[in-house]
């Protein structure tokens, strides 16, 4: 069935993508690890749908402290290593772009996800099953070796 051009309601279901939760290897791929954060804080600012300055009014209003457009800049850049973010600023550049592909900068150095806390449960189901197989394949083991000494 065809979707009728005029219908502005109706979603079309092959176009929609997931939000993406971390960057692209390539993208922020560097040598360093403080021009991997400028990278990556750079492409959320490019990407964000606002200015440096509207964002930066942002962080400041949540942090209560001012952060200006050339603290940004400076943070974006990878020949400013002097300038480095730091947690709570970082922090609110996440509140500010709401690009939440930044929050797996960090856990993916350790070999961790960041995702969605709706999906927590469904995580920890998982683990609980995985146990549940786990304890049954050592069960059958322990079966087997006992049928062989009788």
Request: hydrophobic fraction near 45%.
């Amino acid at each position: 069935m065809v979707r009728d051009p005029r219908d502005r309601f109706t979603l079309d279901l092959l176009s929609w993508q997931p939000p993406a939760v971390r960057f692209e290897e390539p993208l922020v791929r560097a040598h360093t690890l403080n021009a991997r954060f400028a990278r990556a804080i750079s492409l959320a600012l490019k990407e964000c749908g606002m200015t440096r300055e509207e964002v930066a009014e942002r962080m400041s209003e949540w942090l209560g402290e001012t952060v200006s457009r050339n603290m940004l800049d400076a943070y974006a850049s990878e020949a400013r290593e002097s300038h480095q973010i730091n947690l709570p600023r970082f922090a609110a550049l996440i509140h500010a772009t709401e690009d939440w592909r930044l929050l797996s900068l960090l856990p993916e150095m350790f070999g961790f996800a960041v995702m969605p806390k709706e999906y927590e449960e469904i995580i920890e189901l998982w683990r609980l099953e995985e146990a549940e197989r786990e304890i049954e394949r050592r069960k059958q083991a322990l079966a087997a070796k006992w049928r062989k000494r009788r």
